[in-house]
């Protein structure tokens, strides 16, 4: 079965540096979209990129847009959120997301077009 799970949030200081894994099991990431998310306490779940299996494009919201690098490890079919120059406005509970290319290419920032989720890790970003 589909599956996600995520691995190495934590605190770090304004300006700093964190990489997040999503590990994939259960399905071909050629078909699938792999999107990562953040919620704020008391804020909407907010797209932060979607990394496309099919062609291993990445595309960003306009926040991270510069800052953050999204890529896959071949071997080891996971995905990264590498996240630099980090401000306090990037805390939250960080989630990957998955679903089939073409629900994530409708709509890659969309929660409601994937239907598995990973458990989250939180990030905090100190000021």
């Known amino acids: 079965q589909v599956q996600l799970v995520e691995s190495g949030g934590g605190l770090v200081q304004f300006g700093g540096s964190l990489r997040l894994s999503c590990a994939a099991s259960g399905f071909s990431l050629y078909y699938y979209g792999i999107a990562w998310f953040r919620q704020a306490p008391g804020k909407e779940r907010e797209g932060v990129s979607c990394?496309?299996?099919?062609?291993?494009?990445?595309v960003y919201g306009d926040s991270v847009k510069g800052r953050f690098i999204t890529s896959r490890d071949n071997g080891k079919n996971t995905v990264y959120l590498q996240m630099n120059s980090l401000k306090p406005e990037d805390t939250g509970v960080y989630y990957c997301?998955?679903?089939?290319?073409?629900?994530?290419?409708?709509?890659?920032?969309?929660?409601?077009?994937?239907?598995?989720w990973g458990q989250g890790t939180q990030v905090t970003v100190s000021s």
């Open positions: 990394f496309y299996g099919s062609d291993e494009s990445v």
């Open positions: 997301a998955t679903d089939v290319l073409s629900k994530a290419r409708r709509g890659w920032s969309n929660p409601y077009e994937y239907d598995y």
